[in-house]
């Protein structure tokens, strides 16, 4: 992670476990990357495509919450920068404008993965 231990249990106030559960985070991070390629790929065929739609749209819906909690985050926490408040808020909307464009493009696909499979009489 590149600090010391020491630095991990007396600044961050992370135990020996936190380097785990920050490579865990990275892991499912990825994970949850990669999982909008199983619904555009037609190279791996699903017994239960119903399944991986549910699944899906329960992902579109937990990013969409994860958006909102930003969205919401961003407009009433102040910055603690040195930085002028509108300068402030222009970096951050430039840096964050990706994660919110993530759900709609999540929902996107999952659309039209379900569209596809209903429409194709796949079961």
Do not use: C, N
Request: proline share 4%.
């Amino acid at each position: 992670m590149g600090y010391s231990g020491h630095v991990l249990r007396d600044v961050f106030d992370i135990p020996g476990w936190g380097i785990a559960y920050v490579v865990g985070l990275s892991v499912l991070a990825e994970l949850a990357a990669l999982f909008p390629l199983l619904l555009v790929s037609d190279r791996w065929r699903w017994r239960h495509p119903r399944v991986l739609a549910s699944l899906a749209w329960t992902a579109s819906g937990v990013l969409v919450l994860v958006a909102v909690w930003h969205l919401a985050v961003a407009l009433t926490v102040e910055s603690q920068t040195y930085m002028s408040r509108d300068t402030a808020h222009t970096v951050s909307g430039f840096v964050f404008a990706p994660l919110f464009t993530t759900p709609a493009l999540m929902t996107a696909v999952t659309w039209s993965y379900t569209k596809r499979h209903r429409a194709g009489g796949q079961a």
